[in-house]
């Protein structure tokens, strides 16, 4: 069992370039979340799925969209990168209300 | 005032002592909390989950709830090297799982 599984590792992405972080579980779990990580601002919350088919904006949504075709992939896509958006990316999915989070091993992007 | 407070460290304690590691949390409604720890360049791995108000023990790990003072913290005994890391409160606030909020964490050395 893998668990979730994050595509690219790591990328080097021209500004005004269309990019898409793919998120993959494997653990049946009905919600699954996008979190960028920057030094001294922690985890913060960009999109979330409560369950297939449905999405939600987080704190920090501006600039990256997301979809939920089916309970394994929620694919985060930046139409159109700027600089800010150098980050490392983490997806993440949990299986109920209580909140416990299990997370991918991250996407490293830098937006040159 | 954040909605999840945390000393961002270093905290610095010697191998086999006890290390303290302290969050606060602004949302008197809050319901579950949690701790996870981040190797550098790692992801977030959840170590310790609790939901009602004392302590809670795992291995060498203890979590302490006190929801009237809206704290909680984790006491890791005879600490090794290998406990070195990030440690991430986090604290679901209100219920439903899209509304986990992390701290920015602390940094705990320990020292050989």
């Known amino acids: 069992i893998a668990g979730i599984t994050q595509a690219p590792t790591s990328q080097i992405l021209a500004a005004g370039r269309r990019m898409t972080l793919r998120c993959t579980q494997d653990?049946?779990?009905?919600?699954m979340y996008w979190y960028r990580q920057d030094l001294g601002l922690g985890l913060r919350l960009i999109h979330y799925?409560?369950?297939?088919?449905?999405?939600g904006k987080g704190e920090v949504p501006d600039g990256y969209s997301v979809s939920r075709a089916n309970t394994d992939d929620f694919p985060l896509t930046l139409a159109s990168a700027v600089p800010s958006q150098t980050s490392v990316y983490f997806c993440?999915?949990?299986?109920?209300?209580?909140?416990?989070?299990?997370f991918g091993p991250g996407t490293r992007l830098t937006v040159t | 005032q954040k909605e999840v407070e945390q000393n961002s460290g270093p905290l610095s304690v010697p191998e086999g002592a006890i290390a303290s590691l302290n969050c606060t949390y602004s949302?008197?409604?809050?319901?579950?909390f949690f701790w996870y720890r981040q190797y550098s360049g790692k992801s977030p791995e959840l170590i310790m989950s609790?939901?009602?108000?004392g302590d809670k023990e795992d291995g060498r790990f203890t979590a302490q709830l006190n929801k009237a003072s809206q704290y909680v913290s984790l006491l890791i005994r005879d600490s090794q090297p290998s406990d070195s890391a990030t440690y991430l409160c986090?604290?679901?606030?209100?219920?439903?799982?899209?509304?986990?909020?992390f701290g920015t964490g602390t940094k705990l050395q320990v020292i050989p």
């Open positions: 993440a999915s949990s299986d109920g209300g209580l909140g416990e989070q299990y």
């Open positions: 653990m049946r779990h009905n919600a």
């Open positions: 799925s409560n369950t297939a088919g449905t999405t």
């Open positions: 949302d008197r409604g809050s319901q579950s």
């Open positions: 609790i939901y009602s108000n």
């Open positions: 986090a604290v679901n606030m209100r219920g439903g799982y899209q509304k986990v909020t």
